[in-house]
Structures are given as structure tokens and as C-alpha cells.
């Protein structure tokens, strides 16, 4: 039996987590469509509750269009405080069962409990019973996705939310995948899905039947990746200390600025928080990247490395004045951002192996 083959991989991901703590904290809301950051005027939503989703209101969508599909949506701005609080309380939850933790947020992680700290044989159970404790212990829903990869477990968190699970052993996952909409894919957005579209690429079935060197000619390195993924094959393992690969902040403005000098009285704040961020986290960092978005949503990133490691906010100010005066804006800006990477905290790069193939339709049991 292979390695991938014996790993128990569970992926936990909260119901709606930051529009669920709202209606925690608030059971007024109960029932009602919610909307969590974002404003009927302008913004954009974190997350919304699932009466809102009934509407079409989603993640990332504007107030504005959010209010026009929902005309008795209600706003409330995010506390990401009280987030945080919550989902220490949930992570204290998953290390009780093993260390092999990994966030991917504050309100979702990969854990591998192949061995684990309650000498379980099941990872079915085992998600059940974090699942209950997630529940009594916060008041909170959260679904879970388990198999013997990420990749999968990560897809199957999905099926049965809210508050639901699903287990998907070795002998059922290219089935699972076969059957698939490609947009359902993690890892394959917006702008990929409407390619394979165009290719006839509808469902996992068909993206099988591709070959590789078809894949990789039409994406790339991520042609690879495709090609070994839809075939249940994903050897990336749960790291519970993922490294930060950068550190920014934003600010989206209630009107949209077409003036460089009302610009730089913000990216002043802006570096301020960076620099607090980073000094927290004992951070520095080499290659600065502004980020503007306009009016018209449309996003532009201007970046420059140095020879040095910086922190400092005079520093930070001054690098992002310079890419802001680097060419001249296209419209009006909405939001503004400044972040940092190339961080001192980086490992030297190991050169990655090619992917191994595995047989998938062996016996797996009790996972």
C-alpha cells in the first residue's frame, strides 16, 4: 500500500464563519439575510449568511450589487477580533487530536490524524466527534471533508455543507473526480474554468482524457499539476508551520480618489498598520508591492526589490510613493494597498520532485 494511501487527511471548514458569529453574538439576526463587511454604497462582502446566499449574495461581491439582489440585506461590519478569538478556541480543539495542524484561515485547516493523539482508527469518526465538540463547546456549525489527500479532502468539505460531511476512500476517488464539475476543482478559478470550457473541458472525466502533454502545452506547469490531480494523485503534505510568504494591508475608500496627494495621506496610515503588522510577527522584508484598484475594479500591482531588508514605515512610505509616481493613474482609485515579501523568514527552496504515480483501487479501510 502506498504512503499517500495510508494517510487519514481531514479538512474542517466553518459554515459561513464570520456571518455565523455575528448571529452568535446576536441572535436577532437569526434567520435574517447578513452580510459581513461592505455597505450598501460601497465595499465588498467577506462572507454572507446562507439566507443571504439564497439571493446570490457571495464573498467578494460589492454591497451595492449585494443590496440589489437582496433590497432587505443587512450590513455589519466585520470584528475580526472576536474571529480570531473563536477560531484559537477551534484550533485548541484540533491539537487535541494531533500537532499536524495547518490554517489555511481562521476558519478552516487540514489536519492529518493518520496517527493521532486518541489512538482513533477512524478519521470518519474522528471529524464527527471534532465536528460535536466544535459545536458544543462554540455554538458554531462546521463541515468536513476527509480522504487521503488534501486536494480531495479539501473538494469534499464542500458537498454537504452546511454542517454536514463526507468521506471519499481510495477506491471511490476517481469516480469522485470523474463526475466532477470542473469548476469545482480547488485550485481552478474563474478565468481557468472558462478556458477549459472552451476546450471541451467540462467535468473531471474529461479533463482525464486529456493528455499531458496537452495539458501542459495549454497551462503550463499547472497543465501538470491537472493532469495528476484529477487522477487523485496530490503528495503535498500537512504543515503545521506554514511560513508567511508576505504581510500587507489595504484600505478601500467610501469615494473613489483620483488625487496622488489624497493617496499618500492614506498609504501613510497604511504603512503605519504594515509596520505593526511586521514588527508583531518580527518580520522584514525585501520586495514591496503597491496594489490599486479602481473605480472601474480593475487591478494594477506595481513592486520593487531591494538589496535590503526593511520594516520600518518611513521606508515603506517612501517605496510606495515611489511606485504610486511610477506611471500615471488610469482612473480613479478605490482602494489602495501596500504588502511586503521576500520575507527574512523564507527557507532556502528545495527543488521539488516530479510527481509519483500511484495505483488508487487498493483495500483502505476505516478511514
Partial sequence: MSEQQ???????????????????????????????????NRGVISTASYEARK??????????????????????????????????????IFLEYTDLVEPLSLDEAYLDVTSNKKNMKSATLIAKQIRKRIFDE???????????????????????KPNGQLTINPDEIELFLENLDIKKFYGIG???????????????????????????????????????????????????????KSVGAERTFQENLSSEIYLIERLESIADELEQRLKKNKLAGKTITLKIKYSTFAQQTRSKTIPYFISDKDLLLELAK??????????????????????NNEEKKIEKKKPEVIQLKLPFKDI
Fill in 6 to 40: 495510508n494517510r487519514k487527511i481531514i479538512h474542517i471548514d466553518m459554515d459561513s464563519f464570520y456571518a455565523s458569529v455575528e448571529i452568535l453574538d446576536q441572535p436577532e439576526l437569526r434567520g435574517k439575510p447578513l452580510a459581513v463587511g461592505g455597505n450598501e
Fill in 55 to 92: 439571493y446570490g449574495v457571495k464573498s467578494a461581491m460589492t454591497g451595492k450589487l449585494a443590496k440589489k439582489l437582496c433590497p432587505h440585506l443587512i450590513f455589519v461590519p466585520p470584528r475580526f477580533n472576536r474571529y480570531k478569538e473563536i477560531s484559537k478556541k477551534i484550533r485548541s
Fill in 138 to 160: 462554540t455554538g458554531l456549525t462546521a463541515s468536513a471533508g476527509i480522504s487521503v489527500n488534501k486536494f480531495v479532502a479539501k473538494i469534499a468539505s464542500d458537498i454537504n
Fill in 190 to 244: 474563474k478565468i481557468t474554468t472558462e478556458k477549459m470550457y472552451k476546450l471541451g473541458i467540462f467535468t473531471g472525466k474529461d479533463l482525464k482524457n486529456k493528455s499531458l502533454e496537452f495539458l501542459e502545452k495549454q497551462f503550463g506547469k499547472s497543465g501538470t499539476q491537472y493532469y495528476y490531480i484529477v487522477r487523485g494523485i496530490h503528495n503535498s503534505e500537512v504543515k503545521p508551520d506554514r511560513t508567511v
Fill in 322 to 343: 515611489e511606485l504610486l509616481f511610477q506611471e500615471k493613474l488610469k482612473d480613479s482609485v478605490r482602494l489602495i494597498g501596500i504588502s511586503l515579501s521576500s520575507l
